[in-house]
Each structure stands twice: as C-alpha cells, then as structure tokens.
C-alpha cells in the first residue's frame, strides 16, 4: 500500500490545502485522482508520496486520466498558491479545464485553414542574431525588445521549428483571444501539431483540447492567451509570450497571478527557455532584466529594408481651425480617408472607448444620467437608443424629457466607437466600416473577421485595444487616434505607461513596407511627454522618463504593492472597517511600509455595494505577503503587485 498527499480541487479546510490517502497501486506525482471528502467524491491532484502516518486513512477511489501532468506543472500550482497567497484548490480549479471527470464524445476539430501564400522568409541579420542568442541560453527568461514591424513572430517561428526538432513542445501566449487567427495563420502551415484553446471555446472543447495535449506522444504547438500556460505539454522546450506588455496577462479573480512571472516559474521548472516579445517592455519587466542581468535582445529596425518611414500628423484638438469638417474628426484625417478610398486602401481608426457618447444631461438644470447601482455615468448606444452602465450592464431608455426639470433639452457629450462608425457612414456612405469593441457579437470579432481585414474587404476598421495588438494587415495605409491623451489623466501610476504603450502600438500598424503611410494623431496635449514619446516610437526616451517618475513616487519596480478593497452594502460599513483595518495593519507593520488611505476605490460603488481601499507600498514583498494575515476573511479583496490602481 502506497500513500500520498493529494489536493482537492475544492476547498476543505481554510487552513489545509493538502490531505493523506492511501492507494493500493504506485502513483506518480501529478496523477488526477478521484477521492473521498465526507460523503461527496471530489477531484484531487497527487502533490507527492508519504509515509504511512499514525492516523487512519481513507483510499483513493481512482484514477481519471492514465497519463500524470508534468511535474513542472505541479510545482507550478504550488509555486502560485504560496506567492500569491490563495488556497491551493483555488489554483487548481484555474489551472484544470473544468468536466474532468465528464466523459467526452471525442470529434475532429475543424482544420484552420490559412489565409497566408508566403513563401518561407529568410531571416535578416538582426533576426538571425537574436534567434542565436536566445537558443544559446539552455533555459531562464530573454527579453526580445523589437519594435513594431521588426519580424519578432519570424523568431518565434524559427525558435519553434529549433524546439520541435529537439522533440520538445512550445507554448505560444497571445493576448486576446482575438489575436489567434493571426498567430495560428501564421503556424499553422509550418507545424502539423499546433492545438488552439481559449475561452470562447465550449468546456468540451477545453477539455478534449486539454487531453490531446496530455496524451501526446510527440511535441506539440500549443497557442492561446494566458490560460494556455496550464496546457500539460509533453516535454516542454519553449514559452513565448507575444506582445508580453498586455494587461490581459494579469488575472483578475483568484488566484490573480501575472502569467508573466507564471511563465518564468513554469520556465526554470520544466528547464525551458522563455521568451517576453514586445515593442513596449513593460518598465517593470527591463528593469528586472537590467538589475539581474537577464538577456535582454533587440531587433532594433523594422523586418524589411524598405519599409518607408511613416508620415506623421500631430493635430492640437484645441485649435477648431483644424476641424473645419468635422467636430470631432480632423481635416488631415478626412483627407487621408478620402484619399485611401479612392485608391482602395484601408484606414484603422483607434479610440479607446465604446459606446455613442460617455454622458448624458440636461442641458438646463444639469442633471446626469447616472447608474442608480454604480453612480457612474451611463452610456449611450444609439444601435440600440438605450443607456448602458459599463460596470453592471444596468439599461434604460433614453429619457426625452429631464426627470429634474422636466425640460426637453437632453443632450449627449463624448466620443465612443459607435458614434464614430455612424458619423463615418455619413461621411462615407459607400465605404465598407467595421468596428471592433467589447460590444460585438461572437461573428463581429478580430478572430472571426480577421479574413476581411487581411484582404483589405473593409475598408474603414475603428476599434478600442484589440486593433492595437499585432495586427499586420497588407492593405493598411493610416492609422488615426481620435483622442491619443484620453487615458493620461488617470488617478494611477501606470495610466502613462498604458498610453504610451497604445499610442506606439497603434503607430507601428503602419510603415512596414516600401508604400507610404500616414499616422494621424490627434490631442489637447500635443506637446506631452509621453504623446511625443509616444508618437515618435522612442521606448528608450519614455523608459527613462517614467523610471524617474515612478523612483520619486516610490512605485513599481522601486517598491511592492498590495491593494486591498473592501465592499460592503452601506458606504458607512466600508468606510467604518477601512479605517479599522488601516489602524490595525499601521500598528503592526515595520517601518519603511507605507499605509495609504483609506479611500474610495475609483469606482466607489458597484453592483449596489461600496468599496473602499487601502493600498500598501514596501521595500520587501514579504512584508506585504505577512500583512495578509491581517486582512479578515469576509467582505475584502487583496491583490499583490497590482498592475493598476484603479
């Protein structure tokens, strides 16, 4: 009889993550098991063997799948529960598809079919070289700073087809689900075993894709966003996270890991190399690499020699002499449209965000149409002629009178992507315009409209973020920001951070062929730091301004953060256990930790409830992590090293 210390996938015990069973068949680590908890039958994952111990044991009732996960992946789940202080079961439930014990029809995925005719692309000087200086590292994390258009998914192909000739797997991370069809395009004809999981996926299909990868006998390409870094890959050779900037990277609900630093541990675990792909590092991520001498290689120029640098209009929205056509949208950038048009090119318009317009008031008490669960302002749709709050997706009708006042002058202010693509149908009516936000249906997304965009069947793209990522699209000739300092007036200390990375990301759309091509911007603060950097792709010269900025503030990478929020139903409570809370943790932490607050979160209240913030800063994360035992077990959220305030 063998025994083993097995972890439910369900939380038992607060203060146990682990319990003993007993099997009358040897396993290995990492088998999924079926075991008896009370009188319910749970899922549980074998975390190492045991001795018999003095106390009585319960057998394990099966096993679920004949193949165990790997190691690395076990040490992986653990590695999360400790770092980010979250129940072991709680990992495990992210970490697992969901139905493992559900029997599958098994079917044949349909075939993605590639809309690329390449021919296979030398690689240049500087791509040669960095592939060279990343496969001479055996194994830890490379940062691969290239910018915009320098042919970074060319290394990451040729590090696949090195890592699948060695007979080992690669795990491909991308953003947003909406990037797929672009990355797999580009695999998809190259290498027979490449597997797409992400969340738009059914749990059937997670789940089958999740046991092909298991069972497999033969290296695999695994691609999808955060999520596939928990995909068993046989032997493990490579992780490549793209576009390795991206918020979505950070999970939001526990455990709330950064797949960066998962990439890293899963990494060193598996004795696998990890590649960090950006145009934009983030300034957290170089100074890490910087201060432990981590490689850091760059492809310094755009992949192609006679890419022609890209036109650049800066256009002062405060100045009305350049808007003579429009309110909104600048003469320069109704030219280039006109012009792209005529000559059957395309035009993407970046505006980060949806709706019609942001706010609705009366035009003679001022009353605003607000949220009566979130207190936020709500949004207009004019598809739809309703109020929508962004938050709780609470609706209404758009009042025609004022419920104040009764006067009948409502009026709506602010620019949203939906108001954009009808002011463009005006101006362009036999244009073909697509949109692309968090308000598409399923068939109106990047990934199932990604065909259209690379043929250059529309003509007018608008979008928020998901058209600031990776897209490389043939016919592109300008690129227009609406409102590029729209984001830099955020209560956070990554707010400017955040605007340069889009601003620069959107700007290298364009210029990466021998045509010309054009990139309107348009500002009230045309002369902002970060809007110049931002606009003349100089990452170097931003790095340095906000590494200055963050060092006076005592912020990320010069200190560690922990956020703590709490929510209850009256704002008196939340203030009340605030403050509470906040003398308690100034009483018992040491010097050198800073207690700011409490205060409102910058969305107070939510869903019918309040919130209220505490936000901790220290030298030492340790610190931070102790702190936690503080913090009690109702009505309050934590997050370790939070990626933005807000």
Same mark, same amino acid.
């Given at each position: ?334 030219? !280039? ?85 009808? !002011? ?146 009256? !704002? ?75």
């Amino acid at each position: 009889m063998w025994f083993y210390e097995v972890a439910p996938t369900k939380i038992v015990r607060s203060n146990a993550n682990t319990f003993t069973y007993h099997s009358n068949q040897q396993l290995s680590v990492g088998y999924l098991v079926l075991i008896p908890v009370g009188k319910q039958q749970l899922t549980g994952l074998v975390i190492k063997p045991v001795s018999k111990p003095a106390y009585e044991t319960k057998p394990i009732d099966g096993v679920i799948e004949t193949t165990a996960l790997p190691q690395s992946l076990v040490e992986l789940s653990l590695w999360l529960a400790d770092y980010y202080h979250t129940p072991l079961a709680t990992v495990l439930q992210t970490v697992l598809p969901r139905g493992l014990t559900k029997k599958r029809r098994s079917k044949e995925v349909q075939p993605h079919v590639s809309t690329r005719n390449r021919t296979t692309i030398v690689l240049n000087d500087d791509q040669t070289e960095a592939v060279k200086k990343i496969m001479a590292q055996p194994s830890g994390t490379t940062l691969l700073q290239g910018v915009t258009g320098s042919g970074k998914t060319e290394v990451y192909k040729e590090i696949t087809r090195r890592t699948i000739a060695d007979g080992k797997s690669v795990i491909i991370l991308v953003p947003e689900i909406g990037l797929t069809s672009q990355v797999v395009d580009e695999f998809i004809h190259e290498f027979n075993h490449t597997i797409v999981t992400h969340s738009h996926m059914t749990e059937a299909e997670r789940h089958l894709a999740w046991q092909k990868v298991l069972h497999a006998s033969e290296p695999t390409v695994i691609i999808g966003p955060r999520s596939a870094l928990f995909m068993p890959a046989y032997q493990l050779g490579a992780i490549l996270v793209d576009e390795a900037h991206e918020p979505s990277y950070k999970q939001e609900q526990a455990p709330r890991y950064s797949a960066l630093r998962a990439a890293g541990v899963l990494g060193r675990a598996a004795k696998a190399r990890v590649v960090l792909g950006s145009a934009t590092p983030l300034i957290t991520d170089r100074y890490i690499a910087e201060t432990t001498n981590s490689p850091i290689v760059t492809l310094p120029k755009p992949a192609r020699s006679n890419a022609t640098p890209t036109t650049v209009h800066v256009v002062d929205m405060k100045k009305r002499e350049a808007f003579k056509h429009h309110r909104f949208l600048s003469d320069t950038l109704i030219s !280039e449209i006109e012009h792209n048009i005529a000559s059957g090119q395309q035009t993407l318009l970046f505006h980060n965000r949806r709706g019609s317009a942001s706010t609705t008031l009366c035009e003679n008490c001022g009353w605003t149409a607000e949220c009566p669960r979130c207190f936020v302002p709500l949004v207009l749709h004019t598809d739809s002629f309703s109020l929508s709050c962004h938050i709780c997706d609470y609706k209404t009708k758009v009042p025609t009178s004022c419920p104040v006042c009764h006067a009948s002058q409502i009026i709506h202010k602010g620019i949203g992507t939906k108001l954009i693509e009808s !002011e463009l149908q005006r101006l362009f009516p036999k244009a073909k315009i697509a949109r692309f936000d968090g308000d598409n249906a399923t068939h109106e997304t990047v990934n199932e409209r990604y065909t259209d965009l690379y043929n250059g069947t529309i003509d007018i793209a608008i979008g928020t973020q998901v058209v600031a990522k990776g897209l490389d699209l043939p016919k592109l000739r300008t690129v227009g920001i609406i409102q590029a300092d729209s984001g830099l007036a955020l209560p956070d200390y990554a707010a400017s951070e955040r605007a340069f990375q889009l601003i620069a990301q959107v700007v290298g759309r364009v210029g990466r062929d021998e045509r010309a091509t054009s990139v309107v911007v348009q500002s009230y603060q045309p002369t902002h730091p970060v809007i110049q950097y931002g606009v003349k792709q100089d990452y170097e010269g931003f790095y340095s301004y906000a590494l200055s900025e963050r060092q006076k503030a005592g912020f990320p990478p010069f200190r560690y953060l922990l956020q703590l929020t709490d929510v209850y139903k009256s !704002e008196a409570a939340a203030v009340r256990n605030a403050q509470q809370l906040s003398r308690t943790l100034r009483s018992r932490l040491p010097r050198g930790v800073e207690v700011l607050g409490p205060t409102p979160a910058f969305y107070e209240r939510q869903h019918d409830t309040y919130r209220w913030q505490l936000t901790l800063k220290s030298p030492k994360r340790d610190v931070l992590v102790q702190a936690l035992d503080a913090v009690p077990p109702t009505h309050w959220q934590s997050e370790l090293d939070p990626t933005s305030l807000l």
